[in-house]
């Protein structure tokens, strides 16, 4: 079995993949289902179901082609039931845009998985 940290990273690639591959739909079982997302332009996002359209709307657009976050660190509770990760993230588009910045999430530890409860993303470029 993977350390907690490992496991959180493990978790970030994965999710990494599964935006480059545009499926929403399965990015649903590494989310609590009352996660919050505040989005590189500010917008607020509550709930699983609202995550999920958001992603799938993003994967919409033609011009989209995927966001990849980077962990740089991830720091865990007295208690090892939650855990903050923070890094970087960009976003790509085709003909060369790009956006970039960087996040903090927060992680709760749920039947031995992972989950993300809170994401917070600044757009620093773009």
């Given at each position: 079995?993977p350390?907690p940290?490992?496991?959180?990273?493990?978790?970030?690639k994965?999710?990494?993949?599964?935006?480059a591959?545009?499926?929403a739909a399965?990015?649903r079982?590494?989310?609590t289902g009352?996660?919050?997302l505040i989005?590189?332009?500010?917008?607020?996002?509550?709930?699983?179901?609202a995550?999920?359209a958001?992603?799938a709307?993003?994967?919409?657009?033609?011009?989209?082609?995927?966001y990849?976050r980077?962990?740089?660190t991830?720091?865990f509770?007295?208690?090892?039931?939650?855990?903050?990760?923070?890094?970087r993230?960009?976003?790509?588009w085709?003909?060369?845009?790009?956006?970039?910045?960087v996040?903090?999430?927060?992680?709760?530890?749920?039947?031995?998985?992972?989950l993300l409860?809170r994401e917070?993303?600044v757009?620093?470029?773009g």
């Amino acid at each position: 079995m993977p350390s907690p940290d490992a496991a959180i990273r493990a978790r970030r690639k994965l999710t990494n993949r599964l935006i480059a591959a545009h499926d929403a739909a399965r990015l649903r079982p590494h989310l609590t289902g009352d996660v919050v997302l505040i989005a590189g332009d500010g917008a607020l996002i509550s709930g699983a179901e609202a995550v999920i359209a958001a992603f799938a709307a993003q994967f919409a657009e033609p011009a989209f082609i995927t966001y990849v976050r980077t962990t740089e660190t991830v720091e865990f509770a007295a208690d090892g039931a939650r855990a903050a990760e923070t890094g970087r993230w960009v976003g790509t588009w085709t003909g060369g845009v790009e956006m970039s910045g960087v996040y903090t999430a927060a992680w709760r530890e749920s039947r031995g998985q992972w989950l993300l409860e809170r994401e917070l993303y600044v757009t620093l470029k773009g």
